[in-house]
């Protein structure tokens, strides 16, 4: 009889201004951020996205789709930027002056 695969609990989450998607998701030992992706049904959700080209992370810290994961991990999709955060803050100053 073989031995069970560990499992590993992570959440998957993208965040829009108006929703936000939090999925939890069981991926075996060794599994990849791309993996935990792939088993979360997000990319479903979210036909916008394509794997290929998404910026990830764990807990804010960026990282590869190739990155092991660890249990209780937050795997993070992040979209881009809608401005240069400085040049915003530049702007919020001088509307303030």
């Given at each position: 009889?073989?031995?069970?695969?560990?499992?590993?609990?992570?959440?998957?989450?993208?965040?829009?201004?108006?929703r936000?998607?939090?999925?939890?998701?069981e991926?075996?030992?060794?599994?990849?951020?791309?993996?935990?992706?792939?088993?979360?049904?997000?990319l479903?959700?979210?036909?916008?996205?394509?794997?290929a080209?998404l910026?990830?992370?764990?807990?804010?810290?960026?990282?590869?789709?190739?990155?092991?994961?660890?249990?209780g991990?937050?795997?993070?999709?992040?979209?881009?930027?809608?401005?240069?955060?400085?040049?915003?803050?530049?702007?919020?100053?001088t509307?303030?002056r």
């Amino acid at each position: 009889m073989a031995a069970a695969t560990e499992m590993l609990r992570v959440e998957v989450v993208y965040a829009l201004p108006q929703r936000q998607t939090l999925l939890a998701v069981e991926v075996p030992a060794g599994a990849t951020l791309r993996e935990a992706i792939l088993r979360s049904g997000l990319l479903e959700q979210h036909p916008e996205l394509e794997l290929a080209t998404l910026t990830v992370g764990v807990f804010g810290q960026r990282a590869t789709l190739a990155r092991p994961l660890a249990a209780g991990d937050r795997v993070e999709i992040y979209r881009p930027l809608r401005a240069d955060p400085k040049a915003a803050r530049r702007a919020r100053v001088t509307r303030r002056r």
